[in-house]
């Protein structure tokens, strides 16, 4: 309790600042989510082909998302230093980069529909599964430019716009999904399709009014300087973003695609166990988007104490969000423990697919925290501009660890889908351990050098 006085204010100040983030990440994933839940009413085949479509299109969203992020830790630092220039030049060549990456990713995306079939997956899920996933890939755009806007306020710590957008987009979401899945209104009934076409108009809408608010509203005015003034590229900020934004997003997309990969395999054990796959993967996805909130909170917190030059605040606003993520992950380990059984229900009346997805589910539990952990000290370390040596910690948990383990397991010594799910433990384990002793080792540094510089200013470390 004496530490948890000392140290309240950490908490206060990072969870006021999370809360808004947190329903925002929860938004975006209940829109797959949701999605799922609609869809696996209309056919386990169906099911399983959202889960195949989303594997792949997650993987190129999240290297958007990543490079993103990168802003955010920018933006916290030149608050810190008082710096409005600055916010509002990243601000502009944010949106410039970002307008680019998202219809380059786009063009992607519709590439890799191509070979959708040539991934092993049984046909009538590919069949399923491709248009759906065009019509998704062309949310790419406002995706992008939504993520820009939502990374910027972050960063100057006004955190509510995007989480109220986001809530919106998925009302609407819902709402379409209800009306086009299962044809309401007049509407046919378009099944999966239709869950393709309802995620993509909210997610345009998101985008719109998210950019319209800052565009409007007096509170973002100091910002939005661009608006009288002519753009000049610059070079060195565009270069500041890619140093920063890239290996963030390298760092999301390898255990992101590490998963995805382990989505792949699942295909290849049988339809069932894909299906059951995806149902315990979106639950474990809510509860990671959720402390990802918190880690995205840490980012800014972390950035902004830097950029003030205060350290030793800045070490324990990292390590105050760890321990706040450790006793949520643990709750959430003990919920899945204990509902495994129910919790599928949710998706899907198929009984082979619900008593898969309870023994996933179970797997879920054990890895909790370790995930909880992974992403908290990635986003401080972000916040610290430490994004290489976090990126190659990502590379040897997720592709040297987990797959290899994952597969191993699963087809070497016939765990079947159990096994993708204990190699997945292994990595994001690591990852864990890596990164806290990452976080440690880097603040504790700092810590030192600054109070050797205080007590012997002709010290030059």
């Known amino acids: 309790m004496k530490y948890f006085a000392l140290h309240k204010e950490h908490y206060r100040k990072t969870l006021v600042l999370a809360y808004p983030i947190i329903l925002a990440q929860m938004g975006q994933m209940l829109t797959g989510i949701v999605d799922n839940m609609m869809v696996g009413r209309v056919s386990t085949a169906a099911l399983a082909a959202s889960s195949f479509a989303n594997g792949i299109f997650s ?67 590919y069949e399923l599964a491709t248009p759906y996933f065009l019509v998704i890939s062309s949310s790419m755009l406002p995706l992008m430019l939504f993520f820009t806007f939502k990374q910027f306020t972050e960063g100057i710590s006004i955190t509510k716009p995007a989480m109220f957008f986001t809530l919106l987009s998925n009302a609407l979401n819902i709402i379409l999904n209800y009306i086009l899945i299962y044809g309401k209104l007049g509407f046919p009934a378009l099944g999966l399709i239709g869950a393709g076409w309802a995620t993509l108009i909210s997610r345009v809408l998101q985008a719109v009014g998210l950019f319209a608010y800052i565009w409007y509203a007096k509170k973002f005015s100091q910002y939005n300087k661009h608006k009288n003034h002519q753009f000049i590229f610059r070079k060195e900020t565009i270069s500041e973003l890619f140093k920063l934004g890239t290996p963030i997003a390298l760092q999301l997309t390898m255990e992101v695609a590490a998963f995805a990969m382990g989505t792949i395999m699942m295909g290849w054990v049988g339809k069932v166990e894909l299906a059951a796959h995806q149902i315990a993967l979106s639950l474990a996805s809510l509860t990671f988007m959720t402390v990802s909130g918190i880690a995205l909170a840490t980012t800014v917190r972390v950035s902004n104490q830097m950029g003030e030059g205060n350290y030793k605040e800045m070490r324990l606003a990292g390590i105050t969000s760890v321990q706040m993520v450790v006793v949520f992950m643990v709750l959430c380990g003990m919920a899945f423990f204990l509902l495994n059984e129910w919790l599928p229900i949710a998706f899907t009346e198929d009984k082979n697919v619900i008593s898969v997805a309870a023994s996933l589910l179970l797997i879920a539990a054990v890895f909790q925290v370790s995930d909880g952990i992974q992403v908290t000290m990635m986003g401080a370390l972000r916040g610290l501009s430490d994004v290489n040596r976090p990126t190659y910690i990502a590379l040897v948990a997720y592709w040297f660890i987990a797959l ?37 080792k880097l603040t504790k540094k700092m810590i030192v050098e600054q109070r050797a510089i205080k007590s012997d200013p002709s010290i030059v470390v």
């Not at 969203?61 to 830790?73: D, E, R």
């Open 404 to 440: 290899p383990v994952a597969y191993i397991f699963t087809f070497k010594l016939d765990f079947n889908e159990v096994g993708i799910w204990l190699g997945l433990v292994c990595g994001l384990s690591m990852a864990s351990i890596l990164l806290l002793f990452r976080f440690h």
């Open 59 to 125: 993987n190129i969203m999240i290297f958007g998302m990543g490079f993103a992020f990168g802003l955010t830790p920018l933006i916290g630092k030149a608050i810190g230093q008082k710096d409005t220039d600055k916010v509002s030049n990243l601000l502009r060549h944010s949106i410039l980069v970002n307008i680019i990456l998202g219809v380059v990713l786009t063009v992607l995306l519709f590439i890799c529909s191509q070979f959708m079939h040539l991934m092993g997956q049984p046909k009538d899920v």
